[in-house]
C-alpha cells in the first residue's frame, strides 16, 4: 500500500511537453472557472452594444440617481441619469482592449529584452538586467503614473505606461527559462543540425517559452486591468464621458455617502475582472508546473 | 595518395577562463577515410569532446580554435562563412551527444525533430518531413514508427531517445558522423543495441564515423582505428589492433590493464591508474603522463616527447621510442 504513490510517479514521466489546452481545462477544476469567467468578460466586450438595455452615453436628468433594482435601470442611474448597467457593460469594452495592449507592449518588449540578454549573456546581459532591475525599483503604479505624467494623460499613453512596467517582469522571466534551455544538449544538437542561431530561437527556444509566458499573461492582466482603472481614477487614463471602470469610481466618489452604489458597482465590475484574471494565471500555474501535479 | 574526408593537422583549441586559457586540444592531428571508423579514447577531459565540436565549429563561446588546419572534403574549415558552415552541418555532417535526455527538445514530437535538417537543408514541407522521419525511424529499428513519430521524446525511453538522435543525424545521409559518448548514459544491454546499429549503418550507407568514448570495450567491437588522448594530446594512434595487442604508451597499458578480461588466465591482477586525471589549468613538465606513469624515467619529468613512429603505431613516450617494450614495470 505504501509503495502504490511511488509507482503512479513512476509510470507518469515529469511532462515539460505543451499540455493540449482543451485537456488541461478539462481535468482541472479551477482552470475550468478561470476560463469561463475569462470568457465571460470578453463575450460582454464583444456584445455589450447589443446587451446593453440603454445608450451609456445617453443622459436623463429626470431619472438620475435612481438605487439599483429600478424599473428599467436594473443597477440604477448615476447623477445625470445615465443608465449604470449599460455603463458598466460598456466599460468592459475599454478595460479589456488597455489590458490586451498593455500586456502585449510588456509581453513583446520583455521578451526581446528577455531573449537578447539570456541568449547574448555577458556584457549585454548585465546592461539589460540592470535597466530591468532600475524599472523594477520603482512600485509599479508610481512607475506607470510617472510615464503617463510625461507622456501626458489620455488611455494610448495610459496602455503604453503599463505595458512599460510589465516590461521588465517578462524580461526576467524570458531570460530565466531561456538560460536553463541553453544548458540542455539539444541547443548544440539542433545547431549540429545546420540550425541558425535566429531559427534555434525562433523555432526551438519560444515554444518551450510558452507556458511560463501563457501564465504571466493572464497575471499581469490582472495587474494591467487594475493599474488601468487606477490611472483612470487619477484622471490620468481614459477621459470622460468615456465609461470606464475607474472613471466611474473617480466620478462617484464624490456621492459615496448617499449613493456609494456609484462607486461600489464598477467597483465590483474591477474586482470580478481582476479576480478573474488572476485565478486563471494562478490555477495555470499550478496545472503546467510539474512539479506541484499530483 | 587519396584524399582523406576528414584531416585534421595541428590543431589547437583554447578555453579562456579566469586563471588563463587552457588548452583543451593540444596538436591533434588525424585523419579519416571514407567509411572508416575512428575511435577516440580518453579520460573525462582530456580534449575529446572538445576535437568533435572543433571539427563542427559548435565550440562553447569560451573556446576557440587558436591553430591548425581542419580540413573536410579537401575544404579548409577555417576559410568556411558561419553560414557556409551551417549548410554543411546536418547534411555533410552530422553529430550524437552523450545525454539523449536532453538532447531532444522536449516541446516538439519526435517525427517533427527528425524532420528539421530536411527542413532546413532540402526546405520539405512539415508532412513530407515526417514522413521520411517514419522511414527514418524504421532504419533506426524504433517499432510502430507511425505512432511513435507522433510521441514526445518523454514518452521515449533513454535507448529509443538516442536512435531518435541517430535517425536525425542520418537523415539527410552525412559523410561524417560523430558520436560523442554515444552509449554512455545509457545500460549495458541497450548500450550493445545502440553500438550494433551504429555498425549497421556504417556498414549499409558508408557513413564515416568518429566514435568519442571512454570505454575501451566498445572501441575495440567497432573502430578500425583508434587514437588515445591525455590531457588535451594525442598519446597514441594506431590501427585498433595493434593498439590493444601491444599498446606502445604506458597510458593504454595501464587503461588496457585496468579492465577486466574475461580470457584473462592466471590471476593477472586488475590494475587501477594510480593518481587522478591533470589540473588542464597545472600540467606537470615534460611528459604529462609521467606522475602516474609505471615506467617513468628521468627524461620524461623534464622534456616531452613528440608523436613519434614505435612499431606499427605511433607513440608519445620516451620509453618506447627509445626501443623498450611495456612489458611489466621495472621491479613492480
Not at chain 2, 305 to 315: I, Y
Request: proline share 7%.
Amino acid at each position: 500500500m505504501s509503495n502504490a504513490p511511488a509507482m503512479v510517479i513512476a509510470e507518469e514521466p515529469i511532462r515539460r511537453a505543451p499540455v493540449a489546452f482543451v485537456e488541461l481545462v478539462r481535468t482541472h477544476r479551477r482552470v475550468t472557472v478561470g476560463v469561463l469567467l475569462v470568457a465571460l468578460l470578453f463575450l460582454i466586450a464583444l456584445l455589450s452594444p447589443v446587451i446593453s438595455p440603454h445608450d451609456p452615453l445617453a443622459t436623463d436628468p429626470d431619472n438620475s440617481y435612481l438605487r439599483p433594482l429600478s424599473p428599467g435601470h436594473l443597477l440604477g442611474s448615476d447623477e445625470l441619469g445615465r443608465d449604470l448597467l449599460s455603463r458598466v457593460l460598456w466599460g468592459a469594452r475599454v478595460s479589456l482592449p488597455v489590458a490586451f495592449v498593455a500586456v502585449a507592449v510588456g509581453l513583446v518588449g520583455g521578451g526581446l529584452i528577455g531573449l537578447t540578454s539570456g541568449y547574448a549573456g555577458g556584457l549585454v546581459d548585465l546592461l539589460l538586467m540592470r535597466l530591468m532591475d532600475a524599472l523594477l525599483a520603482f512600485p509599479g503604479l508610481i512607475l506607470a503614473i510617472a510615464i503617463v505624467a510625461a507622456l501626458g494623460p489620455g488611455l494610448r499613453n495610459a496602455m503604453i505606461a503599463i505595458g512599460i512596467v510589465a516590461v521588465p517582469v517578462y524580461a526576467r522571466l524570458v531570460r530565466a527559462v531561456v538560460l536553463q534551455l541553453k544548458e540542455m544538449e539539444f541547443v548544440v544538437a539542433t545547431r549540429s543540425l545546420g540550425a541558425n542561431p535566429a531559427r534555434l530561437i525562433v523555432a526551438h527556444f519560444i515554444p518551450n517559452l510558452l507556458n511560463p509566458i501563457i501564465v504571466q499573461v493572464s497575471l499581469s492582466a490582472g495587474f494591467a486591468m487594475l493599474a488601468e482603472a487606477t490611472l483612470s481614477f487619477l484622471g490620468l487614463g481614459a477621459q470622460l464621458p468615456t465609461p470606464d471602470w475607474g472613471q466611474m469610481i473617480s466620478s462617484g466618489a464624490s456621492f459615496l455617502t448617499n449613493d456609494p452604489w456609484l462607486a461600489i458597482v464598477p467597483g465590483a465590475a474591477i474586482s470580478v475582472t481582476v479576480y478573474s484574471f488572476n485565478l486563471l494565471g494562478d490555477s495555470l500555474r499550478d496545472a503546467l508546473d510539474p512539479r506541484l501535479r499530483s | 595518395m587519396t584524399a582523406h574526408l576528414l584531416e585534421l593537422e595541428d590543431v589547437q583549441t583554447q578555453i579562456a577562463l579566469r586563471r588563463g586559457a587552457i588548452r583543451a586540444v593540444d596538436h591533434v592531428s588525424l585523419t579519416l577515410d571514407p567509411g572508416e571508423t575512428l575511435g577516440i579514447v580518453g579520460e573525462s577531459g582530456s580534449g575529446k569532446s572538445m576535437t568533435a565540436l572543433s571539427i563542427m565549429r559548435l565550440l562553447p563561446r569560451a573556446a576557440r580554435i587558436t591553430g591548425g588546419r581542419i580540413r573536410f572534403k579537401g575544404r579548409d574549415l577555417a576559410d568556411l562563412s558561419e553560414d557556409e558552415m551551417e549548410a554543411i552541418r546536418g547534411t555533410e555532417m552530422a553529430m550524437i551527444f552523450q545525454d539523449p535526455m536532453t538532447s531532444l527538445n522536449p516541446v516538439y514530437r519526435a517525427g517533427w525533430q527528425v524532420g528539421e535538417p530536411l527542413r532546413i537543408h532540402r526546405h520539405v514541407d512539415k508532412r513530407a518531413s515526417i514522413a521520411a522521419a517514419v522511414d527514418l525511424f524504421r532504419k533506426v529499428g524504433i517499432p510502430d514508427a507511425k505512432t511513435r513519430v507522433d510521441q514526445f521524446p518523454h514518452q521515449f525511453s533513454g535507448g529509443m531517445r538516442q536512435r531518435t538522435m541517430i535517425a536525425m543525424g542520418l537523415s539527410t545521409g552525412p559523410s561524417l558522423l560523430i558520436a560523442d559518448e554515444p552509449t554512455t548514459a545509457l545500460d549495458v544491454t541497450i548500450q550493445a543495441q545502440i553500438l550494433d546499429l551504429l555498425r549497421a549503418l556504417n556498414r549499409d550507407y558508408g557513413t564515416a564515423t568518429i566514435l568519442i568514448t571512454h570505454n575501451l570495450g566498445v572501441v575495440a567491437g567497432m573502430c578500425d582505428r583508434v587514437l588515445v588522448m591525455y590531457a588535451g594530446r594525442v598519446v597514441e594512434q594506431g590501427t585498433t589492433e595493434d593498439v590493444f595487442v601491444h599498446p606502445e604508451h604506458p597510458y593504454t597499458w595501464s587503461l588496457l590493464r585496468s579492465i577486466p578480461r574475461l580470457d584473462a588466465t592466471g590471476h593477472e591482477p586488475l590494475r587501477p591508474i594510480e593518481g587522478s586525471p591533470p589540473d588542464m589549468g597545472r600540467l606537470p613538465a615534460g611528459c604529462k603522463f609521467h606522475p602516474r606513469c609505471p615506467f617513468v624515467i628521468d627524461r620524461c619529468r623534464e622534456e616531452e616527447p613528440d608523436l613519434r613512429e614505435v612499431r606499427s603505431q605511433l607513440s608519445r613516450c620516451w620509453v618506447t621510442q627509445a626501443g623498450r617494450s611495456l612489458d611489466s614495470p621495472d621491479g613492480r
